[in-house]
């Protein structure tokens, strides 16, 4: 009687979910700044600041349920790629933690761990993230041998029955990158990335390095995976008209920290973060977006170097910002069904 209990609660237990997660880097250790540094260092003189620490990524709770597709959005810097690196096990969180599959993400660092490849990753450009000694058929046969220990006939025919599933021509398989366009590189990255049947594929920004002609066949066949295959998506972009058509929920990144998540229907039609509203408010085909009109943050964001804990992150360049702005930073907070905000007055 026990039995069915259990696969209830599997069934309805989230696939991964970050507690308090948090990835800070030392300013002056060599490869910490990233994107930033260039920046930074001429606006902040972090030559100065040696010993400082810089909060790429800041008590982030959230959780993902087995088939949903979750749209992770915010501007450049705010912290979205460290996180897609922190779930994939690239880097080590600096407090909190990763369950996936109810099990800590720490714990699955061991090759003989099935878990550990229940989570791989679609790079942002395809012609990088390709080895270029690597034909087409090598790059997806690569963790097959490795993982699923196949050879001769029987791999042969996965790596076929995979390039069928993200539509690639075989006869294309013996190519090197050099010699594949940018969407049919884009395919050997998918169908490298699926190949070990994962449960969770991370998409950092898959199409931004793609012709706009190519964009929106490889967004249509990353859904059509999703659905024939019963995979679970963290879609990290900066484009929310891609949020809008292909996922569930969104969560918006600022400065490190969640500061708004939801359904993508509440979100969209009642933002209630003064961030999201700026975002949205600037996709043009939502010009008349709640609000009316173009929202302007101006003004810079904040240094994530040792950041004022009481401080709002938005603070400075908020239309609605107040005294309580810069003396409380608000806590991520319920403000509807499944929605929260972190702002006082959402």
Known sequence: MSQPAATDASATAPLISAEALS????????GTLGRWGARLRARDGVEARVGSWLHAVDDVSFEIRRGESVGLVGESGCGKSTLARLLTNLIAPTA???LFEGRDLRDLHALDSPQRFGIQQVFQDPTDSL??????????ADPLRRIKKLRGAALATRVGELAD????PR???????????????????????????????VLDEPTSALDVSVQAVILQLLDDLRRRLGMTYLFVTHDLSVVKLLCDRVIVMYLGRVVESGPVDTVFERPAHPYTRGLLSA?????????????RLDGEPKSPIDPDPNVCGLDGRCPSSTDRCRTERPALREVGAAHQAACHFA
């Open 23 to 30: 990835r800070h880097f030392q300013v002056g250790a060599p």
């Open 96 to 98: 909190g933690r990763i």
């Open 131 to 140: 080895n270029p000694r690597f034909s087409a058929f090598d790059a997806i």
């Open 165 to 168: 599933q993200v539509a690639l």
């Open 171 to 201: 006869a294309l398989l013996s190519r090197f990158p050099h010699q594949l366009s940018g969407g049919q590189k884009a395919r050997v990255g998918i169908a490298r990335a699926i190949a070990t049947s994962p449960a969770l594929l």
């Open 283 to 295: 996709i043009p085909s939502e010009a008349g977006a709640p609000g009316g009109g173009r929202i």
